[in-house]
């Protein structure tokens, strides 16, 4: 079992910047890739950004790319997402997901929600 716990959402104005963190427990953090995925309200989530387990690799959905920068710590068991220059098209409730794909188990956490006022 893998908990997946975010935080750093909430109301920001257009053009400006959040910093989102999601801590991780119950497994050993450094042995998942980590992505965070964003779901508007009746719609399917979709993929935002990904870390390899190192954090030597990273991959973006075109639509956040040069403003959104996925980050982790291993040793704090923590994935980052600073978005700058936020839209009102970016608000939506954004999910840590974590994969170990050698193992086959993932989990998700419940979401935090990002408002960004025209």
């Known amino acids: 079992q893998m908990r997946l716990v975010e935080s750093g959402g909430g109301l920001v104005q257009a053009g400006g910047s959040l910093l989102l963190s999601c801590v991780a427990s119950?497994?050993?953090?450094?042995?998942?890739?980590m992505a965070w995925y964003r779901q508007f309200p009746g719609k399917e989530r979709e993929f935002v950004a990904t870390?390899?387990?190192?954090?030597?690799?990273?991959s973006y959905a075109d639509s956040v790319k040069g403003r959104f920068t996925i980050s982790r710590d291993n040793a704090k068991s923590m994935v980052y997402l600073q978005m700058n220059n936020l839209k009102p098209k970016d608000a939506a409730t954004y999910s840590c997901?974590?994969?170990?794909?050698?193992?086959?188990?993932?989990?998700w956490g419940q979401g935090t929600r990002v408002i960004v006022a025209s």
């Open positions: 997901h974590a994969t170990d794909p050698i193992n086959d188990f993932d989990s």
């Open positions: 119950g497994r050993t953090f450094s042995i998942h890739d």
């Open positions: 870390i390899s387990r190192t954090g030597d690799s990273t």
